[in-house]
Every structure is written in structure tokens, then in C-alpha cells.
């Protein structure tokens, strides 16, 4: 019999969560009357993510898992995941519970309607730090490509496995909410309440989506981001060469305040692109490491 929908999930940290997330797509993925198929992507986590997903393939054969090699990232891992699903439908979610089981039919059911895919929009934003990030990158995406990026479009998501072959940049699969700005997609929306997390761990510390934010923007962007590059590095060597060979020398033989301020001045300027094209080359690395390695799977054909 063939699989009707494939559920994806990445995990990472979620060792406390797998089993409640597991036990609530069983039931409604039963009572909808489903084909279906879990597949349990374990993005190189500490925890014991793998033993458990493990131990529930070993008991059902509905369940498939990948354990990646290292830590590529949650879209990455998504991306892994979708690489290895058979359904007709596809359904995208996070593993901290966060993202509702009992939403699957909501989402499946406006599919129907005539869409490619089709998001959840969360109706519930904290605002946090790290949302400060994002919406720095969200902002520099407006005014870069033009789209007007809404904020509360994550993950959560639902798509025929064939519309994958209308995307005409496929930068948009490195970057899963950016599908719904592919005009080759007809993309709905419908609004959810976003659960508290009470279990599991968020993967993205201020380094990791700041990383995330830079790729996104390197990938879309590769025109402007050259341009400032170049421009980093030619303020590098002037910072450099100031500091060097005037600043630090004339505070050496004519203190002055003006002197000193302007000496801290570059040294701040000098560090902080340094800092910038370290997570440029870092970014770059990424991109071109494409290819993910699987270290182990279970229940794969």
C-alpha cells in the first residue's frame, strides 16, 4: 500500500519529548485513517535522541530514522528528512511539541482546497532576543528581495511531494518558510496557537541563528554580499594600517585624548568585522557543504 503522508521531523535535544510527540501522531494519524510514515531526523543531538528513536523503530516499522553525522542545522535536517520521504504529502514539524498533532487535519484540510502547500502561522510570538535577530534578518530580506516577509511563519507545514518540482529557486528548500513566497507555489496560510515549549530545548543559541540569518542572506543575496565584503576588508586594512603605523604610535609620543579615543575607536571597528567575516567564511562553508551524511538509519529502504 502506498504512503499517503510522510511526517518529518527534526530533532535535536528532544529526548524529553520524542515519546509524547511519537504517541500524539499515532493517534491522530489513526483516527484520520492515514497511510503514513514517521521520519525522525536526529541532527547529531547529545541526548539520547537516537536511542529512543531507535528503540521505537525497532517496534514500528511505520517509524524511520537518520542520525546525522554532525550538527547541520534545523533546516538542513529537515531537508534530509524530505530527501528520504515516500508520501504523496509531506508534513513538516518541529520535535519540542510545540507544533500540535492536533493540527494536522487543519492543515491537510485547507491543502485539499486546491494549494501546493500550505503554513501554519503561529498566532502567539514571544518576543525574545533571539526574535530581535530574526526580524533584523527579516528586515534586510524585505529591502534586499523586495517580499514582505510575515513574522509567525515557521516550520509547521504541509505540501504534495510533487509541488517540490515548481520551485524555481531551490535556495527556498535550505530555507523552508521561504516557500511561501515562490510565486511557482499557490501557498496558503491558516492560524494555529503555538504550544509552550514544556519539554525539549531550543537548538538555536544567539551564534547558531545568527549563522542561519547570514546563510539565508548569502543565498538570496550574493550580489550585495560581495559588495559588502570587499567593502569589510578594505575597512580592515585601513583600520589596520591607521592603528599601526599613526594612532598607536602618536599616543606613544604625543598622548592626547583624541588620540586614544581613535585608537580604541579602530581597534572596536578592526574586531567587529574581523567577527563579521568570520561568520561570512563560516556561512560559505556551509553552503557548500551540501551534502549531508547519515551515520545510521533505521527502517529505510
Same mark, same amino acid.
Not at 187 to 202: D, F
Not at 237 to 250: K, Q
Not at 254 to 275: D, H, K, P, R
Given at each position: 500500500?502506498?504512503i499517503?503522508?510522510?511526517?518529518?521531523?527534526?530533532?535535536y535535544?528532544?529526548?524529553e519529548?520524542?515519546?509524547?510527540?511519537?504517541?500524539g501522531?499515532n493517534?491522530i494519524l489513526?483516527?484520520?485513517s492515514? #497511510?503514513? %510514515?514517521i @521520519? =525522525?531526523v536526529? *541532527?547529531k543531538?547529545p541526548?539520547? &535522541?537516537?536511542?529512543?528513536v +531507535?528503540? /521505537?523503530?525497532?517496534?514500528d516499522k511505520?517509524?524511520?530514522?537518520?542520525?546525522?553525522n554532525?550538527?547541520?542545522g534545523q533546516?538542513?535536517?529537515i531537508k534530509c528528512?524530505?530527501n528520504?520521504? #515516500?508520501? %504523496?504529502i @509531506? =508534513?513538516?514539524? *518541529?520535535?519540542d511539541?510545540?507544533? &500540535?498533532p492536533?493540527?494536522? +487535519?487543519? /492543515?491537510t484540510d485547507?491543502?485539499?482546497?486546491?494549494?501546493?502547500i500550505?503554513?501554519?502561522i503561529?498566532n502567539?510570538i514571544?518576543?525574545?532576543?533571539?526574535?530581535i535577530?530574526?526580524?533584523?534578518?527579516?528586515?534586510?530580506l524585505?529591502?534586499?528581495?523586495?517580499?514582505d516577509f510575515i513574522d509567525g511563519?515557521g516550520?509547521?507545514?504541509?505540501?504534495?511531494?510533487?509541488s517540490?518540482?515548481?520551485i524555481?529557486d531551490?535556495?527556498y528548500l535550505?530555507?523552508?518558510?521561504?516557500?511561501f513566497?515562490d510565486?511557482s507555489?499557490n501557498?496558503g496560510?491558516?492560524e494555529?496557537s503555538?504550544?509552550?515549549r514544556?519539554?525539549?530545548?531550543?537548538s538555536?543559541s544567539?551564534?547558531?541563528?545568527?549563522?542561519?540569518?547570514?546563510?539565508i542572506l548569502?543565498?538570496?543575496t550574493k550580489?550585495?554580499?560581495?559588495n559588502i565584503?570587499?567593502g569589510?576588508?578594505?575597512f580592515?586594512?585601513?583600520?589596520?594600517f591607521?592603528?599601526?603605523f599613526?594612532?598607536w604610535p602618536?599616543i606613544?609620543?604625543?598622548?592626547?585624548?583624541f588620540n586614544?579615543?581613535?585608537?580604541?575607536f579602530?581597534?572596536?571597528v578592526?574586531f567587529?568585522l574581523s567577527?563579521?567575516?568570520?561568520?561570512?567564511?563560516r556561512?560559505?562553508?556551509?553552503?557548500r557543504?551540501?551534502?549531508l551524511?547519515?551515520n545510521?538509519?533505521i527502517n529505510?529502504v
Amino acid at each position: 500500500m502506498s504512503i499517503q503522508i510522510s511526517i518529518v521531523v527534526p530533532l535535536y535535544k528532544c529526548s524529553e519529548s520524542i515519546m509524547g510527540l511519537y504517541n500524539g501522531l499515532n493517534k491522530i494519524l489513526n483516527e484520520l485513517s492515514y #497511510s503514513f %510514515e514517521i @521520519i =525522525l531526523v536526529v *541532527d547529531k543531538s547529545p541526548d539520547r &535522541d537516537w536511542q529512543i528513536v +531507535k528503540e /521505537l523503530a525497532e517496534k514500528d516499522k511505520n517509524l524511520k530514522g537518520l542520525n546525522l553525522n554532525m550538527n547541520y542545522g534545523q533546516h538542513k535536517a529537515i531537508k534530509c528528512g524530505i530527501n528520504h520521504a #515516500s508520501g %504523496e504529502i @509531506i =508534513l513538516v514539524m *518541529d520535535g519540542d511539541m510545540q507544533d &500540535d498533532p492536533y493540527n494536522i +487535519k487543519q /492543515l491537510t484540510d485547507e491543502l485539499a482546497k486546491g494549494f501546493d502547500i500550505v503554513f501554519a502561522i503561529r498566532n502567539k510570538i514571544d518576543v525574545s532576543k533571539t526574535n530581535i535577530i530574526k526580524s533584523f534578518f527579516y528586515f534586510l530580506l524585505k529591502k534586499v528581495l523586495k517580499i514582505d516577509f510575515i513574522d509567525g511563519i515557521g516550520t509547521f507545514c504541509v505540501f504534495y511531494k510533487e509541488s517540490l518540482q515548481k520551485i524555481s529557486d531551490k535556495n527556498y528548500l535550505e530555507f523552508l518558510p521561504g516557500l511561501f513566497y515562490d510565486k511557482s507555489l499557490n501557498a496558503g496560510l491558516i492560524e494555529i496557537s503555538k504550544n509552550i515549549r514544556t519539554q525539549g530545548r531550543t537548538s538555536y543559541s544567539f551564534i547558531a541563528k545568527l549563522l542561519l540569518g547570514t546563510e539565508i542572506l548569502c543565498r538570496f543575496t550574493k550580489p550585495v554580499l560581495k559588495n559588502i565584503v570587499c567593502g569589510s576588508l578594505i575597512f580592515i586594512l585601513v583600520s589596520v594600517f591607521l592603528t599601526g603605523f599613526w594612532v598607536w604610535p602618536n599616543i606613544f609620543y604625543s598622548f592626547s585624548s583624541f588620540n586614544l579615543l581613535m585608537g580604541l575607536f579602530l581597534l572596536v571597528v578592526f574586531f567587529s568585522l574581523s567577527f563579521f567575516l568570520y561568520v561570512i567564511i563560516r556561512v560559505m562553508k556551509r553552503i557548500r557543504n551540501n551534502d549531508l551524511i547519515v551515520n545510521e538509519f533505521i527502517n529505510l529502504v
